[in-house]
């Protein structure tokens, strides 16, 4: 079975610029994550879809972040225009849907943004 | 404050070792417990999980759960260079609620 896949795995980009990631979740997996993870820390939360719906995206800075998951299937997470604190990996998890299934998130490789 | 505590380490022991990795946590909401293994540029894997207070077996891991000190222990027997990774304790509320994750001790396990 493939696991989550993401891309690109690296980006190094210039501050203003404007940049996307890419994340296929395991097939049947109808909750999809995305986290931010800091250098020495833990994953956060910053956006989670039940299918299509962004239920929770509370924690996602939505003025230069973006994100959409058309079909219920891939889903996209943007930044516009970066600044130098979004260094970090960004990391697309999935999961089957309730209870206990929660627990049991399937994480990408990431992608390491780099903000010069 | 946060929410979860972890102490970072890094933690080196030799080959065969008993580790102990803890957690503290401040919400006694929580209700479920994580430990997460994630190894260099890779993403975090589940190792195992327990709801509520007890201890939980798998093979040369042992979880611990004390809700009244709220305080998480992970156990790893023999412990392997194969074992030598940042391990992540999570934990969250019931229904659905996000996971809040610790920072992560780095663990090293030399031959």
């Known amino acids: 079975e493939a696991g989550v896949v993401q891309s690109p795995r690296y980006k190094i980009i210039e501050k203003k610029q404007p940049v996307a990631f890419w994340c296929n979740p395991i097939s049947g997996h109808n909750t999809l994550y995305w986290y931010l993870q800091n250098l020495g820390q833990g994953p956060e939360l910053l956006i989670r879809y039940e299918n299509e719906e962004a239920v929770d995206d509370s924690q996602l800075p939505k003025d230069r972040f973006s994100a959409e998951r058309l079909k219920g299937v891939d889903s996209t997470l943007k930044i516009q225009p970066a600044e130098l604190g979004d260094s970090a990996v960004y990391l697309c998890?999935?999961?089957?849907?309730?209870?206990?299934?929660?627990?049991?998130?399937?994480f990408g490789p990431g992608t390491r943004l780099t903000v010069l | 404050q946060k929410e979860v505590e972890q102490d970072p380490g890094p933690l080196s022991v030799p080959e065969g070792a008993i580790v102990s990795l803890n957690c503290t946590y401040s919400?006694?909401?929580?209700?479920?417990f994580m430990w997460y293994r994630q190894y260099s540029r890779k993403g975090p894997e589940l190792l195992m999980y327990t709801y509520s207070s007890g201890n939980k077996e798998d093979g040369r891991f042992t979880a611990q759960v004390d809700k009244s000190s709220k305080y998480i222990s992970l156990f790893i027997r023999d412990s392997q260079p194969s074992d030598s990774a940042t391990y992540l304790c999570?934990?969250?509320?019931?229904?659905?609620?996000?996971?809040?994750f610790g920072a992560g001790t780095r663990l090293a396990v030399h031959p």
């Open positions: 919400n006694s909401a929580f209700q479920y």
């Open positions: 998890a999935s999961s089957s849907t309730g209870g206990y299934s929660y627990n049991e998130q399937f």
């Open positions: 999570a934990m969250r509320s019931g229904g659905y609620n996000k996971l809040i």
